[in-house]
């Protein structure tokens, strides 16, 4: 079992840079893969993007390679996103996950855990 719990959302403006972060307990948390995504009102969940157990590898989506960054610290059992040049299509819930797949899945169905979310608005 892993349980996960981020934080770090909020209202900002388009432009502006946020951090969100995850915590993890449970499960080693250097053994796992651990996603983000999101899910803006009436749409389905959207990948963000991933990283490796050993964080040594990253993959995004497309629509924010360039302008959000996935790190982990497995010393303190976090994973972060830090999101830059925010836009207003970027408003949604944002959620971290966690899956022991051996590879970079970017399927909200491979990934067996989930926190609650994160709401991230971005006003124009």
């Known amino acids: 079992q892993v349980q996960l719990v981020e934080s770090g959302g909020g209202l900002v403006q388009a432009g502006d840079s946020l951090r969100l972060s995850c915590a993890a307990s449970?499960?080693?948390?250097?053994?796992?893969?651990m996603g983000w995504f999101r899910q803006a009102p009436g749409k389905e969940r959207e990948f963000v993007g991933c990283i490796s157990a050993s964080g040594g590898s990253t993959y995004y989506a497309d629509s924010v390679k360039g302008l959000f960054t996935i790190s982990r610290d497995n010393a303190k059992n976090t994973v972060y996103l830090q999101m830059n040049s925010l836009k207003p299509e970027d408003t949604a819930v944002y959620y971290c996950?966690?899956?022991?797949?051996?590879?970079?899945?970017?399927?909200?169905?491979?990934?067996?855990?989930w926190g609650q979310g994160t709401q991230v608005t971005v006003s124009s």
């Open positions: 449970g499960r080693t948390f250097s053994s796992i893969v």
């Open positions: 996950a966690a899956t022991s797949s051996g590879w970079l899945p970017r399927l909200a169905a491979a990934y067996s855990y």
